[in-house]
Every structure is written in C-alpha cells, then in structure tokens.
C-alpha cells in the first residue's frame, strides 16, 4: 500500500468556515496532494463524495481511499442524487441564511411550531440531534439520523456534546454550510434535558394526546436504546401525523436507528431505490458522513505507516469488558485465544517438555527466506490482554512460522465523558481499526461495531461471557458487516399494537437477530446469509 505523503495539519473544525474551492473540482484522485502513485483509486468513492471540498482542512476526506480496499458495494445513482439533494437543502436552510433565522426565532418566541405546507417556514425543517454516550454509540447515532434526515427531508443539525468536543472529531460533511448546531440555539441547554416525560415527546403526542399539536414549539423524538414502546412508535409514522408539520423535531438516540426505519412502509420504497444491498448502509453512509479532522487523522496515518502497513496481514481485536469493571479479566483472555485460534487467525504457539531446543543461527543477510508477517492491532482501555498475547509469542514461537506483532495504541484504563484527548484517541482507534483485513470484536460494543462496519468487515464476533467463564463456541462469523441496533421496534408497523410484542426480525428478509444480542436487530443481505 503507497503511503500519502505528509500533508499539512490545519484546524478543520466543525463549525469552522468551510472553503469551498471549485477550481480542484476536477480531478481529486490526480492532486498532487494525494498518493500520485495511486492516482486509480478512486477518491470520490463513486460519486459519493462532492469533489472540490478544500483538501487542506480536512485531509482525511480524500486521503482515506489509498489506506483502504476498494469499495466494496458502489453507492446507488440515486443515493448519491438524495446526497446530492440533502448537501443543497442544507445549504438553503442551514445556521446563517434567512430561513434558519427565522425558524430560530419561531422557537425562541414560543410560537407554535407546526408548519402547515411545505412552503410555510421557507421549505425548511429541521432534525436537531443530541449527542451523548460513548463515541461508538454517537458516531452510530449521527450515521442513523443522517439517514433519517434524509427520509424525512430535514435539514440535520448535530449538538456538540456536553465537552464540545465533535469539532475535534470530525470534519464538516456538507459543502459550503455546517451541520454543527449553533451555539445561540434557542433552547440553549434545556433541550439536553429532554426525556421521554416531556410533554413534547412523540409518544406522549402520539399515543395520549392523539396527535395535537396546540402550543407546541417542537417535536421531541426519544429513541434511546430504552426507549419506551410508545416513543418507538417514531419508527411507524406514517408522514401524515403531525410529525411531518411541525418545524423542529429533537432526537436523543444513542444508537443505530437504521433496521427500525426499514419497518416504515412509508420509507420502504425509498430505501429499497437508496440501498438495492441493504447491508451497505452504514458503510456507505459512515464514507460518506464521518470524516476524522486532521488531528485525528493525523494519529491514525502515523500509527498505520509506523506499525502496520508493513505486515502481510493486519488483524485488529477490540476488548471492551462491559460488565465486571475495568480489572484485566483471565477469562476475557481465554476467550480471544480461544476464537482466534479456532477461527484460525492466530498461530498456536510451540511448546516443549523440558529445555527449549537451541534455535537456529541467524541466516545471512539475504539469504534469509521472509516469513509471513502478521500485525495484530489491539484496542482497549486496558493493556493487559496485549501484554499477555505478545508474551506468549515471545515466550514461545509461533506454530506456523509466522511473525506475529502485537501493537496498542493507547490503554486509557477507564471510560472518560466528554473530554476532547480521550475521544479523539477512540476515533484514531475506530478507524485505525477499520483498516485491518480481519477483526474480533466484542460483544454489545458500539466502539466494536463502527470498527468493523466503517472498514466494510464482516467481523468474528465474541459472545457475552456469562458467570465469569469464556463462553463456548468463544465467537461467531458475523452474518454482515451492518452495525447491531440495540433499541429497534418489536412491533408491527402496520398494526401499531404497542402491546403485542412480536419478532419483527421474522417480517423482513433482510432484518434479522444480531448474534451477539438477542434483542437486537440488524440488516444483512438476503443473498449472503
Ligand atoms: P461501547 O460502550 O462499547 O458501546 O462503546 P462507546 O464507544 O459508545 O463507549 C465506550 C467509550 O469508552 C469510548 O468512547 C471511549 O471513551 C472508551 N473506550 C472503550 N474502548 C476503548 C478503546 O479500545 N480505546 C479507547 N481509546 N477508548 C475506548
């Protein structure tokens, strides 16, 4: 793989002026700027990128192709059309024009919020999405409320989270506007607050009041993973309600809504016409959307061209224990060793009774035959299970011949909220991760389930250990490389019975039951399961 030469780190912040330079609209994949030797790679991503967006701020956006393997599903003509779409509705009504102006102060008069053609309110609605959690659980979050948007024609605005700390993160995605949430928005802080309590919740709208909209200022969506079954009911609107009139709609979700959108007959026909394979989603979505800023990238490209764009193979193995604390856990340990060797992704290591025999003189220089090399990436907060793995291959030789080296970035020890250095070390590791060839990953984790979907892998799954003991089978091939929803409807849009819980993962093909988490829902595609 060429590496890119070094390119400048400039801010490219969230909410930073974006410099929309058209005259490097014509070719990206020829800029000097860029891997020359590469030049085929196709830098547009099949038209799911815009050319023209200035490379400097936001190097990673271009750059990512020549780190990764061609595209493995090609974006619809009319998903780039819809991107094309939303990037222009976006720009018409975003923070700093006249519609957005008027709009706010709608909100901040207390006026109610219902528009009641699409001319009314300049054309423009908005979909205002809270940020909180982990970054697995936000980057997840922000890729469903994109598609979201998109269905719903809104123009998505993203909070920057409590620490502020989504403009270290990711570039801006639209041309020539910002998807960053003003910072004078209206309803300051107190819309963080919301829960599904508040009287602007679309389950106590929906399901209670039915369906009046007097004196409401906007719409609150409460997709949570917990989320009541009332408050999923969003999944089924049908746009006829008042959801489609009001002007202001606020989400809190902190996971991937995408397979309850597929139950909504009124979304079907579109996502069928965006996605023909519906395990493409989040994969295309995320190339198109989440672009890490230069510092972010920075970490990533120098960690990938230090330690393992070298090797023959790249294997990334994400920890996360979610239960149990922070301490280093032997059964954790067991349970890696044991998939990565059953699934044969890690040589055995030789041992002998008694003294080790005498290992070979060193060859010459030269004659010395290359054996197979091996990068494993590991990410976690802590180091322990690294440390134990490259022991082992110190201690012993491998089985097969093979070099195996272990690399973790950093081990933080625990979970940190909203503090900028911390974050962007998970996001260098996310997409560090995303460029492996294989990967394990842990069960129930966001953090795991961006990793592999960003870099369209299907991963080797771990279950959830039980009892303190490694669970057997230890992990599982993942049927796609679709993220898993963790708070997806389980009723039937069709009759809208919030009582009767059924499997909703039966009424379509392409949603089925995650392996991972028997609630969970996630999308595959027909024809490879
Ligand atoms: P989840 O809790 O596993 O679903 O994943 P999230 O990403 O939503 O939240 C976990 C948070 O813990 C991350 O945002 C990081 O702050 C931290 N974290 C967990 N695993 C890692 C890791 O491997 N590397 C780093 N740097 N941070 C991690």
Redesign the pocket.
């Known amino acids: 793989m060429a590496t890119p030469p070094l390119l400048f780190l400039l801010g490219g912040r969230l909410g930073a002026p974006v410099v929309w330079i058209r005259s490097t609209v014509a070719s990206v994949g020829a800029s000097q700027t860029v891997a020359a030797a590469e030049s085929k790679k196709d830098a547009l991503l099949g038209g799911l990128l815009l050319p023209g967006f200035d490379e400097q701020t936001c190097a990673s956006r271009y750059q990512s192709v020549y780190y990764r393997k061609n595209l493995t599903r090609q974006p619809s003509p009319y998903l780039i059309k819809r991107l094309r779409d939303q990037e222009a509705l976006q720009r018409r009504c975003g923070p700093g024009t006249e519609p957005y102006a008027r709009a706010s102060e709608r909100l901040r008069s207390g006026q109610t919020g219902a528009v009641d053609n699409d001319d009314d309110g300049g054309g423009c609605r908005y979909l205002v999405l809270i940020s909180y959690?982990?970054?697995?659980?936000?980057m997840l979050a922000i890729t469903s409320a994109f598609l979201y948007a998109l269905l719903t024609r809104r123009v998505l605005l993203v909070d920057r989270g409590y620490g502020n700390t989504l403009p270290d993160l990711f570039c801006e995605p639209f041309p020539g506007t910002t998807w960053a949430l003003p910072l004078d928005f209206p309803l300051d802080k107190e819309f963080r607050d919301l829960d599904e309590t508040a009287p602007e919740s679309y389950g106590n709208v929906a399901v209670n009041r039915s369906g009046s909209v007097s004196g409401m200022r906007f719409v609150y969506l409460h997709l949570d993973h917990a989320a009541s079954q009332a408050n999923r009911l969003v999944y089924c609107d049908d746009d006829e309600s008042f959801l489609r009139r009001m002007q202001w709609a606020i989400l809190r979700t902190d996971q991937y809504m995408v397979p309850g959108l597929f139950f909504n007959p009124t979304h079907q026909g579109e996502l069928d016409r965006l996605f023909p394979r519906k395990d493409s989603v989040f994969y295309l979505l995320s190339r198109y959307l989440l672009h890490p800023t230069n510092d972010v990238w920075g970490m990533v490209t120098r960690y990938y061209n230090a330690y393992l764009s070298g090797a023959d193979e790249r294997l990334g193995i994400?920890?996360?224990v979610?239960f149990g604390g922070d301490k280093p856990a032997q059964h954790v340990l067991d349970q890696i060793l044991a998939c990565t060797s059953r699934e044969r992704l890690l040589p055995g290591v030789v041992t002998t009774q008694g003294p080790a025999p005498a290992p070979p003189l060193p060859a010459a220089a030269g004659a010395r035959a290359r054996r197979r090399s091996k990068a494993v990436l590991v990410?976690?907060?802590s180091g322990w299970y690294h440390d134990s793995i490259r022991e082992m291959y110190w201690e012993s030789p491998a089985a097969d011949g093979e070099v195996v080296s272990l690399f973790q970035?950093?081990h933080?020890e625990h979970?940190?909220w909203y503090q900028n250095k911390?974050?962007m070390?998970?996001a260098a590791?996310i997409y560090l991760l995303s460029l492996t060839d294989n990967i394990v990953t842990?069960a129930?984790?966001?953090?795991?389930y961006v990793g592999y979907a960003l870099g369209g892998l299907r991963p080797y799954l771990m279950f959830l250990p039980e009892n303190q003991t490694a669970p057997d089978p230890p992990c599982t091939r993942a049927m796609s490389m679709e993220p898993c929803s963790h708070g997806a409807p389980s009723f039937e849009c069709t009759r809208k019975e919030i009582g009767t819980i059924i499997n909703t993962g039966l009424l379509l093909p392409h949603v089925r039951a995650c392996e991972d988490i028997s609630w969970g829902l996630k999308l595959t595609d027909p024809d490879e399961v």
């Open positions: 959690r982990g970054l697995g659980n936000r994400q920890i996360r979610l990410t976690g907060l970035p950093s933080e979970q940190l911390h974050d070390k998970a590791e842990s129930w984790s966001t953090f795991g």
